[in-house]
């Protein structure tokens, strides 16, 4: 089986994926800065879970550029999955440095430690963000996204706009997955689902920006990795037929980009009724205005990924909040 190195091996997605991938037998190594930005214990028992032993973990920082080049010496990878960065939309307003430290310098310095070490196969998370307010829906990978809405949306972006120079340079087969609000078990604590589900079990307000008009293309994590399974599944298929394939004025034979997202976009204050009758218990609401950074609606065409990996996401909000909730009820022995 192929050796995999995960960055952001203790995140809520590279948890998931690290743990699908281990079961199928890959050898993983995971490294992950365990950083505050939200609560490290939430890091550390996902960790617990990876404990096998095709699995190995570093705390690390990606701007570690000695200590990166010191784990592909030692292990070798045979592809790249890279999953840490900063993430938030509404945090990059409060900590802007954060997001060019993390998803510029350390992407850089990962894409680049790849291509050092002969490793030409890179997976990177990109995001529905890069779209911002684009007036056309469902949003194509073919779309300009030139008008990014956020910082956090003007760095992946850029990190698209890297991996498209290292593919065209080096003929790096770089594939970037562009995310729509993922969500699920072992969640982030800072989304909006994870944040709400607390707020009402201790009967707390919570604030629905936009009045809650706002439509989110919601995709429940195990539709994620299903989806990235397949794409390591096909990866060859990936590589130009020709070795010497023409370049086009815009693209690259060895750049790749794919939506992942659920293509059912729901209004906040729906997803909040769903959240309720799967809590059983009603939230006090409280409606807002717009926040500077935020979107008003996001939604995947999933054609291209769909006709590479035969699969779509699948699994409704209803499922996957439900099983949210079970997991967050006995994970913080909740009774019920």
């Given at each position: 089986m192929k050796k995999i190195l995960i960055t952001g091996a203790a995140g809520f997605i590279g948890f998931h994926l690290s743990q699908r991938l281990l079961k199928e037998g890959y050898e993983i190594y995971g490294i992950d800065n365990l950083n505050s930005y939200y609560d490290?214990?939430?890091k550390q028992a996902r960790l617990v879970q990876l404990q096998v032993s095709n699995f190995k973990f570093q705390q690390l920082d990606l701007q570690n550029y000695e200590g990166l080049t010191k784990v592909f010496t030692e292990f070798q990878p045979d592809i790249v999955i890279n999953l840490a960065a900063q993430a938030g939309v509404r945090y990059s307003l409060e900590n802007p440095r954060s997001y060019i430290e993390s998803n510029l310098d350390g992407f850089f310095n990962i894409l680049e430690a790849s291509r050092q070490h002969g490793v030409n196969n890179f997976i990177y998370a990109s995001s529905s963000s890069v779209y911002g307010n684009n007036e056309k829906s469902p949003f194509?990978?073919?779309?300009?996204v030139d008008h990014p809405v956020s910082l956090y949306a003007a760095t992946k972006k850029s990190n698209e706009l890297i991996a498209h120079t290292y593919s065209h340079l080096y003929k790096m087969t770089t594939v970037g997955l562009r995310f729509f609000t993922v969500y699920g078990s072992w969640g982030r604590p800072d989304m909006a689902y994870y944040f709400f589900t607390k707020a009402i079990l201790e009967g707390k307000k919570i604030q629905l920006f936009n009045q809650g008009l706002n439509l989110r293309d919601y995709t429940y994590i195990d539709d994620i990795v299903e989806s990235i399974k397949r794409m390591l599944d096909g990866f060859d298929s990936l590589q130009p037929a020709v070795e010497n394939d023409q370049y086009t004025a815009t693209k690259s034979p060895y750049y790749h980009l794919f939506n992942i997202g659920g293509s059912n976009p729901v209004p906040v204050?729906?997803?909040?009724e769903i959240l309720e009758?799967?809590?059983?218990?009603k939230a006090i609401r409280e409606l807002v205005g717009f926040q500077a950074g935020d979107v008003f609606s996001t939604e995947a065409e999933t054609k291209t990924l769909e006709s590479f990996i035969n699969f779509k996401p699948t699994i409704t909000l209803k499922e996957g909040l439900g099983e949210f909730v079970e997991w967050y009820l006995r994970y913080y022995r909740i009774p019920h």
């Open positions: 490290p214990a939430l194509s990978e073919t779309d300009n204050l729906e997803f909040v009758n799967a809590l059983g218990k």
